[in-house]
Structure formats: C-alpha cells, structure tokens
C-alpha cells in the first residue's frame, strides 16, 4: 500500500473528524497530495488537495468546513473536517496525483 489513510469513523451531525493519509518520503515529495470521497451509489469527487508549494484547493462544498495541510516532517496530509453533516457521508481516499496512486479508503459516517 502506497498511501496508508485512517481517522474515519462515526460523528454526529455537527462535529469533527481528522483524516491522515501517510506515505514514503519520495511520493509525498514529488506529488499535490488531495482527498476524494465516494458516497454510496455515486462517483468518486473531489474534495481537497494541497500542492507541493503550499497551496490549497477545495471543493465547493465544503464550504469552509474542512482544511488539507501536509506535514512534510511526517510525509502526511491531513484533512481536518468540521460540522459534518449526513451529505458528507462517505468513504474517503487519499490521492498522490502525479504517481495516481490511492490509499484503501476511510469511512466517515455522519449520523445521530
């Protein structure tokens, strides 16, 4: 496994979660590391991605709510994920994309 992600689980309505996607030293280098998610019945969609020099990008459903920042000590990007809500409900994947590598997925499951 290239990328090794975890933090999922089950919220309520309102709350936080943090995902982590790890990696080895020469793929965080050379790739903009970003999170999808694929809900049940629907596509794999963009969600976030952090490039090499810093810069982040984000769905437009987020809304502010979530934030990616990579810690390049660590070869991890994080997505943090504030008041979640039912429609985030998902399984989230890491991507690296310029190698198209992704890691095995993360459920996040919002619900009361």
């Known amino acids: 496994v290239q990328l090794q992600a975890s933090g999922g689980g089950l919220v309520q309505p309102g709350g936080s979660l943090t995902l982590s996607c790890t990696t080895s030293t020469a793929i965080f280098n050379s790739n903009d590391m970003g999170w999808y998610r694929q809900a049940p019945g629907q596509q794999r969609t963009f969600v976030a991605q952090?490039?090499?020099?810093?810069?982040?990008y984000y769905a437009p459903f987020v809304k502010g709510r979530f934030m990616i920042y990579r810690d390049n000590a660590r070869n991890t990007v994080y997505l943090h994920m504030n008041n979640l809500q039912p429609e985030d409900t998902a399984v989230y994947f890491c991507?690296?994309?310029?190698?198209?590598?992704w890691g095995q997925g993360t459920q996040v499951t919002v619900s009361s």
């Open positions: 952090v490039v090499d020099g810093g810069n982040e």
């Open positions: 991507n690296a994309q310029q190698s198209k590598y």
